[in-house]
């Protein structure tokens, strides 16, 4: 099963990036959000596959029109936050409204129930496990915020199952869509959406994919733009993740997309049987 999602979000809207943080940084730069959406689109459509979109709210409400034009062309939207910030930099009632926020601004756009969620980042870790209760609180059902491997940002590797499972914390559930690993040497390596992505020689990307039984991509609107600033206040090897390969990211991507079949999480869901998903608790 491999599932198509995009996180939409601008250019700009990095993390570690401490010059981008605030909503009075993000109104100085111009927004590429409306070209790298209309490529999105004509690649979708090229290949005649569909995907899951996972929002940030300040762009539903800066750009409600390519919110409302994501569902209207029948692609399922959830919430990426609404101020795209590291989870657990967050207090649980700060984390609160802002995933509140958010849910409330894109449903204004589309007139649709939010029931997906995906964390910045992948940013909610062994330490803010709380969020997921928030996330429940707040009428969330499916999540796809777990890494389960180390990352720069924390990860969660105790997790320990790498396909779509019910995660149970506090009493409560939710249907999680973690991001996929593929084991090298020993190694949990990740290969299926950012950075990783555009790094990843295709022949590679090409074999671990095959190889996998579950791939949860997760691209971004930026992750097929070229032409896009470079922010300089970067750390070189963020600039390395932000910027490395994306003059070939398109081709690759469109290969991708050609030499497997991609589902959404919507249609994933359903063929899913839960009764019989392993359950995790965490």
Known sequence: MNIL????????????????????????????I???????????????????????GWMA???????????????????????????YEQSRISFFNDVEKSI????????????????PGFSITEKNKWAFEVLYELGIEIDSSVFPAKRSHGGMPSYGVSEPSILTYNG????????NIYNCFGKNIIFSGGGYFRIMPYMLLKKWTKQSNYVMSYMHPRDLDPDQPMIKELSIPRKVKSYVGLKSAQRKFENWLSDFEFIDICEANSKIDWNIAKKVII
């Open 5 to 32: 999602t995009f996180d939409i979000e601008d250019w700009f809207h990095l993390l570690d990036n401490d010059s981008t943080k605030t909503e009075v940084e993000w109104e100085r730069y111009e927004t590429r």
């Open 104 to 119: 409330k601004t894109i449903e204004d756009c589309t007139g649709k129930k939010v029931k997906m969620f995906r964390a």
């Open 34 to 56: 409306y070209q790298n959406m209309d490529k999105i689109y004509n690649v979708l459509e090229k290949k005649n596959t569909r995907a899951s979109f996972f929002v940030v």
């Open 61 to 87: 409400k800066k750009y409600p029109d390519v919110v409302k034009e994501i569902s209207d062309r029948g692609y399922d939207i959830g919430s990426h936050t609404h101020l795209h910030q590291l989870v």
């Open 172 to 179: 409560i559930s939710l249907k999680e869509f973690p991001i």
